[in-house]
């Protein structure tokens, strides 16, 4: 399995959204979530790290699409058997 989370996307998601969360802190708090609780649901997640979202705005939409497949891909990446988890951090470069 690839982290196929893209630092970038993240970033550009999180300020469409208007949040002070860092994408490294926004990653962390949903791996802690779905450490301590089994049955995390996205807007547990999103609540945490956002004020609000206006899904009527189409940016925010699209922007709220980009933060679900990331919560499904870090999900699907701490269930893997062969503990194939990346930390989403940024890049040395």
Known sequence: MENNIDYDLVKSSLHKLNTDETISSAHGILC???CVKPDLQLDDWLNEVL???????VKQKIA???LA???NNTLSQLNDPTLNFELLIADEN
């Open 32 to 34: 802690g979530f779905a």
């Open 51 to 57: 004020i609000n979202v206006d899904l009527a705005n």
């Open 64 to 66: 709220h699409q980009e």
């Open 69 to 71: 497949e990331i919560y």
